[in-house]
C-alpha cells in the first residue's frame, strides 16, 4: 500500500503491555519523531507502564484501556470512538496479537503496519496492509524494522536511542530518595534479585555475596529495590545477609521514582525484568542474568551493556510457570564480579 503520508501524520502505536516490552519500544517511537519532528503519537497499552509513557515528550496522548476490553461490547465501541476521532493516518502494532492488531482496526488508520508470521500470533497479520518479516536478533531492532514500510531511517542496531527525558519532580524526589538512604549517584549498585517468572530468578544468597565483593573490592555501596511485600521480604534478606554495611534497602517506590533511582545508580544488577529495561532507557549500564529468556532477543539494549547467559532455557514451554531456575543457578558469583571489574570501577 503507497497512501501518501505528510509530514505531520497522526499515529497510533499499539503496544498493551508488558512493562519491560513497552519500554524496548520507546526507540521505535524516538526514531519515528526523528524523521516527522511534528508528528502527533497516541499509544495504546493496558498495564501500568502509562505512568512513564505520560512523562515522555515523544508521546502526545497515552490512552489507558482496561485488561479484557474485548469481553465488554459498550467498553469497546466507546473506544472505538475514540479511536475514529484521532484521524490516524498510520497505525503501528509492535505487539502482534489478536487483540492489538484490532484495535488498530478499529482506529480506521488509513496504513496499518505490523509483523509477518510467526513474530505476530492469533492471525493477527490479516489486520494488516503491511506485515513485516523482521531479520534483526534483539526485540528492539526488531521492532524498528516496522518502520521500513514507511520509509522512515533505521538506527544500527544495538544503538537506537531511547530519547528518555526525566521529569524535574522525579530528579528532585530521586535526589532526596538518595540523601535519606545515604548513598551518593553513580557510586552504588542497584540490585534487584525480584523477577516476574520464578524461572528468573537468581538465588539471594548470590545477590548478597555480590554486594559483600563489590564493597570490599571496589568500595561500592548497594541498594536493593523491591515491588511487592514478597519482594520487600526477599531484599530485606539480601541486606541482612550480605556481612557489609554498605548495603541500603530501597524505600517503597513507584515506576517513575524508580526511574530516578536507576538513572542515577553506577550499574544494575538483576534478572530480565522492567526494572532492567528501565535501567537502560535512563542510560545506565545494566549486568543482567539470563536463563529462561534469550540474552540475544530480549537483554539489556545497547553496546554498553553485559549480558550474562550460561543455558538458554527459553524454549521450554512451561518457562512461566516453572520453578526450575536451574538456568538461572548456571551462573556463578564469579562471572557477575568479573563483569563488575570490567567496567573499570577501582575502590575509593
Not at 498495564?47 to 502526545?60: A, Y
Not at 496522548?61 to 459498550?74: A, E, T
Not at 548513598?183 to 528468573?200: D, E, I, Q, T
Not at 526511574?259 to 549486568?287: E, F, N, Q, W
Request: aromatic share 8%.
Amino acid at each position: 500500500m503507497n497512501a501518501t503520508i505528510s509530514n505531520s501524520p497522526n499515529i497510533l502505536i499499539v503496544r498493551l503491555s508488558a512493562i519491560g516490552d513497552c519500554i524496548e519500544t520507546l526507540p521505535l517511537v524516538a526514531a519515528i519523531k526523528r524523521h516527522w519532528p511534528d508528528s502527533k503519537i497516541t499509544w495504546l497499552v493496558d498495564c501500568g507502564v502509562d505512568v512513564i509513557l505520560k512523562t515522555q515528550l515523544l508521546i502526545s496522548k497515552v490512552i489507558r484501556v482496561k485488561k479484557g476490553f474485548l469481553k465488554r461490547p459498550r467498553e469497546l465501541l466507546s473506544l472505538r470512538k475514540e479511536l475514529l476521532a484521532g484521524k490516524f493516518d498510520v497505525a503501528i502494532d509492535p505487539q502482534g496479537l489478536f487483540k492489538s492488531a484490532l484495535l488498530g482496526w478499529l482506529s480506521g488508520s488509513k496504513r496499518r503496519v505490523g509483523f509477518a508470521s510467526p513474530q505476530s500470533r492469533e492471525k493477527a497479520w490479516w489486520f494488516y496492509h503491511d506485515a513485516v518479516a523482521p531479520q534483526s536478533s534483539h526485540l528492539v531492532d526488531r521492532q524498528l524494522e516496522l518502520l521500513k514500510p514507511l520509509s522512515i531511517p533505521i538506527p544500527k542496531a544495538h544503538h537506537a536511542p531511547f530519547d528518555w527525558v526525566e521529569p524535574i519532580a522525579v530528579s528532585i524526589e530521586a535526589d532526596s530518595t538518595l540523601k535519606q538512604i545515604g548513598v551518593h549517584p553513580k557510586r552504588f549498585l542497584c540490585v534487584n534479585a525480584s523477577a516476574g517468572w520464578p524461572s528468573r530468578v537468581w538465588p539471594r544468597e548470590r545477590y548478597a555475596e555480590v554486594i559483600r565483593e563489590a564493597a570490599v573490592m571496589h568500595g561500592l555501596d548497594s541498594v536493593v529495590i523491591w515491588g511487592s511485600p514478597s519482594e520487600q521480604e526477599t531484599a530485606e534478606w539480601i541486606v541482612a545477609n550480605s556481612g557489609t554495611n554498605r548495603a541500603f534497602l530501597a524505600p517503597p517506590t513507584q515506576l517513575m521514582s524508580l526511574s530516578g533511582i536507576l538513572k542515577r545508580s553506577l550499574v544494575y544488577i538483576g534478572s530480565d525484568t522492567g526494572p532492567m529495561h528501565l535501567s537502560a532507557a535512563v542510560g545506565t549500564r545494566c549486568i543482567a542474568l539470563f536463563g529462561s529468556t534469550r540474552a540475544s532477543y530480549s537483554g539489556a539494549y545497547g553496546p554498553e551493556h553485559i549480558c550474562i547467559q550460561k543455558i538458554d532455557d527459553s524454549e521450554k514451554a512451561d518457562k512461566k510457570t516453572s520453578d526450575d531456575n536451574l538456568a538461572m543457578k548456571a551462573i556463578p558469583v564469579e562471572d557477575v564480579m568479573r563483569s563488575i571489574s570490567s567496567l573499570g570501577f577501582v575502590n575509593s
